[in-house]
């Protein structure tokens, strides 16, 4: 039911929006449908709260293949349907509530724009897609949806599509991800070639690769036999995740991505569809279980990830752009922690980041509507004429930066927490762990630097811009609630029936058990000094309306070039893509146009010139044809003259 | 069954089809067409009369291969009948019977 309200938005917006200019041309049946949805998932949460340690599963066989001796005994049966557990209640809160308030805040943000429709349409389909795959039962399911929201993301990336930069972006988008989505189905093949035909009810994945708790030690027991076959299936759901979350080394689209709206970059690049390859490995640790080599990779990919977006951050001088690395960063850390084995303590994060993140995104999407640029050196000084987006950004940047009690300090702390736990357990985790606490200094710093640079200071820089102006109330509206969302999110761990939603039922996560509560105060004392003392850096060299310059000759100026080129990753690719892939092209383009047209026109050219003397013989006189009767005949009295007597003995005589 | 041996008569009832052929191959009036069409289905009539006396197997009557024969001819009669209908026809429409002028067959 919930993901049904969005479906039939989508379908109705894309036949009648087009005619209802007045309801923001379907805008308003997409807002409804979506509130409906978070009403429906609260109700459902709640549930889970309520009930501990129930989940329900129905599914519904789609179809049955028959099995057959040998290599595949047991059939294959897929199946669709809806799982709720815990962890997916937790992800139909962040989905729906997120998603209904983007929705709201873009009847304003985008009431300007054309193709509305299109917009909203696209948009109710995300969200029907998104919600999908938190509800999938079973991996298949999951990899159709993983697919849907992926187009749904390439066609609102390249939402204004007149502008090359954001087509292209859009195909860059898809492609990079599309990287990731390929080595994700060949890791289900894997698991399919391994789990076909053994473990219990006659072979997990020919029963439909079925989420279900007690997978994970079925798993854990074939690992002795199968154990290299696990690692590389769990390699390629991780480098899958990697696509979808922007990981090292495919995060080169996220940025990029801010070429769609702002409400898409909310909604999908920041609270939803890129947490999807957090959700992803999430599910993955909880059902299936990863062999130690891929926590390893896990927690290096995390780790490194976390404080390679953070630099890249600090010197980019677009306001979306810099949230958007963060976005990387901060997926980095939820990375992390499924590969330290807290694979709850990353969807935490992945709840408070949600809401933290959305409302920067939001913020800054109010300050880009309210004087149309994204440019940080041309802004300044709006703290006084937009006080209520100016409050909301420094909300959300202190819950990123990690100040308690604002929401991204419980989840982060845990995270480094229990980093280090397994990183004493494990000394080979440790220099990703210390990557890590440098980032969280290297947060603080860059989201403060966004702030003062925008809000600080006593006037906009440029002043050609317009004067700045708060957005209406559906703009306000989602600002305030994900305000309060910002701050109170991460004091949902101390609520018990929450924390039932944060508990990983059935089997125990190897590694570290889900400590929420506990904390290592020395720990957390550590990362807020250091985001403190970051945002005191960012005061120092931005604060108060000053723009910091790089001495002309200093050290620094090509670390800024190389951190603003992106450590040359796009332009490495590419590079790639021109000189590799287009040679294959070019060659693909001969073979294609001189091997294959050729036959194909070279038999063309032959029929024709046979057909052209056959034609001659067609002369209508009877004679003739008599003549060739008789030629036939006597054709064939030769052959059996000739082969007559072999046939006749091969049969056998006669 | 006195007369002709097996040869001999293979030699005759293949001379007959032979100039058969030859006719039809050669042959440029419609008529003289039809004639020798008709002298090779003769030779074909020929073999199931001849053969008709060694009857290979039991529950085969002699009668059988002349009974075919009789309905060949009646056959035959009709294939001449609408063949003189077409020849006619030809020769209203074209003025001639000479079959290298119709080229009709052609597609």
Redesign the interface.
């Known amino acids: 039911m919930v993901p049904l309200a969005p479906a039939l938005a989508f379908v109705s917006i894309s036949f009648v929006g087009r005619r209802w200019p007045k309801g923001e041309w379907g805008g308003w049946i997409a807002v409804v449908a979506a509130g409906f949805s978070m009403v429906v998932s609260v109700l459902i949460a709640l549930g889970e709260m309520g009930a501990p340690g129930t989940y329900t599963d129905v599914s519904y066989t789609w179809f049955n293949l028959p099995g057959s001796p040998g290599a595949f005994p047991n059939g294959f049966r897929l199946v669709i349907g809806t799982l709720v557990d815990p962890i997916s209640a937790l992800m139909l809160l962040v989905v729906t509530v997120v998603g209904f308030l983007v929705m709201l805040y873009s009847i304003g943000y985008m009431h300007h724009d054309r193709g509305l429709p299109r917009y909203y349409a696209e948009l109710s389909l995300f969200l029907t897609a998104m919600i999908g795959l938190v509800l999938s039962d079973n991996l298949l399911e999951f990899f159709l949806f993983w697919e849907l929201v992926g187009v749904c993301s390439y066609f609102l990336i390249g939402f204004y599509y007149e502008k090359p930069s954001a087509a292209s972006a859009a195909k860059e988008a898809f492609i990079v991800t599309r990287v990731g989505d390929v080595l994700f189905l060949a890791g289900i093949f894997v698991y399919f070639a391994t789990y076909a035909t053994s473990g219990p009810a006659g072979g997990w994945a020919a029963n439909g690769f079925l989420f279900a708790y007690g997978n994970a030690p079925f798993l854990a027991g074939v690992l002795g036999g199968n154990s290299f076959l696990l690692t590389v299936a769990g390699l390629f759901i991780v480098a899958g995740a990697a696509g979808k979350s922007a990981q090292f080394p495919l995060h080169v689209w996220l940025p990029d991505a801010m070429e769609g709206p702002t409400t898409v970059s909310a909604l999908i690049h920041a609270a939803t569809m890129v947490a999807a390859g957090v959700y992803l490995l999430a599910v993955t640790s909880l059902f299936l279980g990863f062999t130690s080599l891929d926590l390893l990779v896990i927690v290096a990919i995390g780790g490194f990830t976390t404080f390679f977006a953070a630099t890249m951050a600090v010197v980019n001088p677009d306001i979306k752009r810099v949230i958007a690395y963060s976005t990387i960063s901060q997926l980095g850390y939820m990375v992390l922690a499924i590969g330290v084995g807290g694979a709850m303590l990353g969807l935490f994060h992945l709840f408070t980041h949600a809401f933290f993140k959305a409302l920067l995104f939001l913020a800054a999407g109010s300050v880009i509507h309210a004087i149309g640029t994204q440019d940080l050196f041309k802004m300044g000084g709006l703290r006084k004429t937009m006080r209520l987006t100016s409050a909301a950004f420094l909300v959300g940047g202190l819950a990123l930066a990690g100040i308690p009690p604002f929401g991204g300090f419980w989840s982060k702390d845990d995270i480094l927490s229990a980093a280090v736990q397994a990183a004493e357990a494990h000394a080979a985790y440790w220099p990703f762990v210390v990557l890590a606490f440098a980032a969280v200094y290297l947060t603080a710093y860059y989201i403060f630097r966004v702030w003062f640079l925008t809000f600080s200071g006593d006037a906009v820089r440029d002043p050609s811009l317009p004067a700045a102006h708060e957005g209406g109330w559906v703009m306000q509206v989602p600002l305030i609630a994900l305000s309060v969302f910002a701050v109170v999110a991460g004091l949902f761990v101390f609520v018990p029936s929450f924390q039932t939603l944060l508990q990983p039922f059935g089997v125990a996560v190897a590694g570290i058990p889900p400590t929420y509560t506990s904390t290592d105060l020395a720990l957390s004392a550590i990362s807020v000094v250091l985001a403190g003392a970051g945002i005191a850096t960012a005061y120092a060299l931005w604060g108060g309306g000053r723009v910091y310059e790089l001495a002309p000759r200093s050290a620094a100026r090509p670390i800024r070039q190389l951190l603003l080129e992106r450590y040359y990753f796009k332009a490495a690719y590419d590079a790639i893509g021109r000189r590799g892939i287009y040679t294959l092209a070019r060659v693909a383009d001969f073979v294609d146009r001189y091997v294959i047209d050729g036959t194909v026109h070279g038999l063309e050219r032959a029929m024709g010139a046979v057909s052209d003397r056959l034609r001659r013989a067609?002369?209508?006189?009877?004679?003739d044809?008599?003549?060739y009767v008789?030629a036939g005949l006597l054709f064939v009295f030769v052959v059996l003259l000739l082969v007559g007597p072999y046939v006749v003995n091969a049969w056998g005589g006669g | 069954m006195s007369g002709l041996t097996i040869p001999e008569f293979l030699a005759l009832a293949s001379a007959l089809l032979a100039l058969s052929i030859f006719g039809v191959l050669t042959r440029r009036n419609f008529i003289l067409l039809l004639i020798a069409i008709e002298i090779g289905m003769n030779a074909a009539i020929l073999n199931f009369i001849y053969f008709a006396a060694f009857p290979l197997c039991a529950g085969h009557s002699a009668l059988s291969g002349q009974a075919i024969a009789v309905v060949t001819i009646g056959f035959a009669a009709t294939e001449v009948a609408v063949g003189l209908a077409i020849v006619l026809a030809l020769n209203r429409l074209k003025g001639t019977t000479n079959v290298a002028e119709s080229t009709e067959l052609k597609l």
């Open positions: 067609q002369t209508g006189v009877v004679s044809y008599a003549a008789v």
